[in-house]
């Protein structure tokens, strides 16, 4: 589908089979792909061929990248149609799992937050914040959503701001605050015949609308390219000319890093890091009829392999591995 495609114009059952299809061809790919499939899925409203994509990820004999994913996604799709027991055991099976991820927690929350479960999806996006932003300096871009989801089901339930509260304002960049955006009255607004309240809630509307604008024009992170260092010897002995992109593994990595720190004190948001490999970094030359020993081609690279899926969180989460693959928490690592 074309990024430029207005979205009432996309026939969701064709570019379902369109993803399936190409995920035969990547199988590198599959997660990512099969996951759009089966969001295709649901839109057309075929909800029981999401569920055997989804199932089909959880039954393959290859290890996930994000199974707790899969399962809230698998979760969140059962409950919309009437398989409410099967989705709650779901659910309860990944915050038993306590993910590090933040996206399943999103998922599995706003699944309760939409059935009227307020209270169990407050304590689920509360549990998610504790394991995941206490101690946290400064909230990973990925965790925005749980802070606004969280802020957002406790304006509905009357709680008093807390820490957490507060912290969402302060990174919430829309000129309309999450406290009007999430006011429970909102709804009355609409149908007031008064038109101060009408045009307000017109420009919370407009506010609203323009952060998820912003959100869908990053649809996947900033990445920078990471070359494991076999992989890096086997390229710059296949491309010599590619020694002056990388005259050394460890000086790549630090690269990297100080590459990523200056992007997030710059501001950037929602960065990544993509690992490369040489076979596949010849195809995508291939596939641009260029040559691989061409150094412009490889920030195109890094970008491919994050609009497919391929990109990984920077920085990682507390406790998490360094993402140089050295085996290190990357606060003893890279982080520190």
């Known amino acids: 589908?074309?990024?430029?495609?207005?979205?009432?114009?996309?026939?969701?059952?064709?570019e379902a089979a369109r993803l399936e299809r190409t995920a035969g061809l990547?199988?590198?790919?599959?997660?990512?792909?099969?996951?759009?499939?089966?969001?295709?899925?649901e839109l057309a409203g075929d909800r029981p061929a999401a569920t055997a994509l989804y199932d089909r990820l959880l039954s393959s004999p290859a290890d996930l990248d994000t199974p707790h994913l899969v399962r809230a996604l698998k979760a969140s799709n059962l409950w919309e149609y009437d398989h409410e027991a099967e989705a709650r055991a779901i659910i309860e099976g990944v915050r038993a799992a306590?993910?590090?991820?933040?996206?399943?927690?999103?998922?599995?929350?706003?699944?309760?937050?939409?059935?009227?479960?307020?209270?169990?999806?407050?304590?689920?996006f509360t549990e998610a914040a504790r394991l995941l932003l206490t101690d946290v300096p400064e909230p990973p871009y990925a965790t925005h959503p749980l802070l606004f989801g969280r802020h957002r089901v406790r304006r509905m339930l009357g709680l008093p701001h807390d820490n957490w509260d507060t912290l969402a304002d302060t990174l919430h960049s829309s000129p309309v605050s999450l406290d009007e955006l999430h006011d429970p009255k909102r709804v009355w607004s609409l149908g007031s015949d008064n038109p101060a309240e009408l045009e307000a809630e017109i420009s919370r509307l407009r506010a609203e609308l323009g952060a998820y604008r912003e959100a869908l024009s990053r649809p996947f992170p900033v990445a920078v390219l990471h070359w494991p260092a076999e992989e890096l010897a086997e390229l710059v002995v296949a491309y010599p000319s590619l020694e002056t992109e990388y005259p050394s593994h460890e000086e790549h990595l630090a690269t990297i890093e100080g590459s990523l720190r200056e992007l997030s004190a710059s501001g950037t948001a929602n960065l990544g890091i993509v690992t490369g490999t040489v076979p596949s970094y010849e195809a995508f030359a291939a596939s641009e009829g260029a040559s691989p020993a061409d150094g412009d081609l490889l920030p195109q690279y890094a970008t491919t392999l994050a609009a497919r899926g391929r990109a990984v969180a920077w920085p990682p989460q507390r406790g998490a591995g360094c993402w140089c693959g050295s085996g290190k928490a990357y606060e003893g690592c890279h982080g520190a």
């Open 98 to 124: 306590a993910p590090r991820d933040p996206a399943p927690w999103v998922i599995v929350a706003e699944s309760l937050e939409s059935h009227d479960e307020l209270e169990a999806a407050e304590a689920t």
């Open 26 to 41: 990547y199988p590198e790919d599959a997660e990512a792909l099969l996951l759009q499939a089966a969001a295709h899925l």
């Open 1 to 14: 589908m074309r990024p430029d495609t207005p979205a009432e114009n996309v026939d969701h059952t064709t």
